[in-house]
């Protein structure tokens, strides 16, 4: 992979060597996690919902190598069910009642 490579232009090259049966090194995980962590604590928002690419890392990392997303959840975390959207760790998830 180039190092001359836009981050949009890297993103889609993974993509297809994914798609394709390529092998993802550590170095690759390692760098999406960071991405991933980068774009997280840019958000202006309380809540961060991480984009396809993102959320492949983050899986990859969760099942490959753990111990790079220690960084990750010592800050946020992922909710219980529903949509995957990073949370700041001591957010307390509601209960969401449906009113008939």
């Known amino acids: 992979m180039s190092e001359d490579m836009s981050h949009g232009e890297r993103q ?5 060597e994914l798609e394709a049966g390529a092998v993802v090194t550590l170095g ?28 492949m890392w983050y899986l990859l990392a969760k099942l490959r190598a753990p111990h790079l997303l220690q960084p990750l959840h010592q800050k946020w975390f992922l ?3 529903g949509s995957p959207t990073f ?14």
């Open 28 to 55: 690759d995980i390692k760098t999406g996690v960071q991405e991933l962590i980068c774009a997280i604590e840019n958000n202006n928002r309380p809540s961060y919902n991480p984009t396809r690419m993102q959320m």
């Open 12 to 16: 889609q090259f993974l993509q297809r």
């Open 79 to 81: 909710p219980e069910g």
């Open 87 to 100: 949370r700041p760790v001591g957010y307390e998830v509601a209960e969401v009642k449906r009113v008939s």
